[in-house]
């Protein structure tokens, strides 16, 4: 499906490119890529932070490009970025998978109003129980009230601000909060739209719920107290840590 703009433009899921930053994901890197390209995605690139597994051999197996640079999700999100050719940029974390629908809603977004520049999605963690219902819906009122987003709510920006504004941060943790924080200074908020993005529920589970969520909100206050990022990674295991 299609979209005209202004009867001039026309913009559809396959005018967005998907970047999945990726380390020592050969588990779930099939599972992402194909999930974009399900999604009417043509163009998907796998940026690798220097895999030691088959990450990288997986995604080329399941369709995807593929760049490699130094470790760093923002490092790598960025390099992505830097290869991609298409209009919107689509940020999809390894263990996470996008809706069969989810680009042709954020096509349909962009083309409504040439001042749409970004937005993410609502979440569905693989999970069952209340908590993570809660965590879902708590997750999109923070995106659509603070315009908070984070990085597993799969942010999707137009190449030009995203350009504008320099990319990512470059920072060890928290880049998907600095961006936002970015943007807002701008006057700019994301639309939450429906998705969803499927979520590996791996990091809550491993840590529980609610130390998982004190522990986001304790890295949260510190970062707002004034402690930079780099130092703040010293205590956020990555997942093949």
């Known amino acids: 499906m299609q979209v005209a703009v202004g009867g001039d433009m026309v913009i559809s899921a396959a005018d967005i490119s998907v970047v999945i930053p990726a380390i020592n994901e050969q588990d779930n890197i099939v ?53 991609a050719t298409k209009t919107i940029l689509c940020f999809l974390h390894a263990d996470n998978r996008l809706d069969s629908a989810a680009l042709q809603q954020a096509a349909s977004y962009f083309s409504e ?80 739209l429906a998705g969803p993005v499927k979520i590996s529920a791996r990091r809550w589970i491993k840590k529980g719920i609610i130390r998982q969520t004190l522990s986001n909100w304790w890295l949260l206050l510190q970062l707002r107290l004034g402690t930079k990022p780099n130092q703040l990674a010293k205590h956020y295991r990555r997942h093949d840590g």
Request: proline fraction near 2%; charge should be negative; charged fraction near 20%.
């Open 113 to 192: 109003d040439q001042t749409n520049s970004w937005s993410c999605f609502y979440q569905n963690i693989e999970a069952t129980g209340i908590g993570y219902s809660l965590l879902q819906w708590g997750n999109a009122w923070r995106a659509r009230w603070s315009g908070r987003v984070y990085g597993d709510q799969a942010i999707t920006i137009t190449r030009e601000l995203f350009e504008v504004i320099g990319g990512f941060p470059e920072v060890d943790l928290m880049e998907d909060v600095l961006l936002s924080k970015i943007l807002r200074r701008q006057g700019l908020r994301p639309c939450v």
């Open 31 to 83: 599972g992402a890529v194909e999930s974009a390209l399900g999604a009417g995605a043509v163009e998907v690139w796998v940026a690798d932070g220097g895999s030691t597994d088959n990450t990288i051999e997986y995604a080329c197996q399941a369709g995807a490009l593929v760049c490699c640079s130094d470790a760093g999700r923002a490092v790598q999100q960025n390099n992505g970025a830097q290869h």
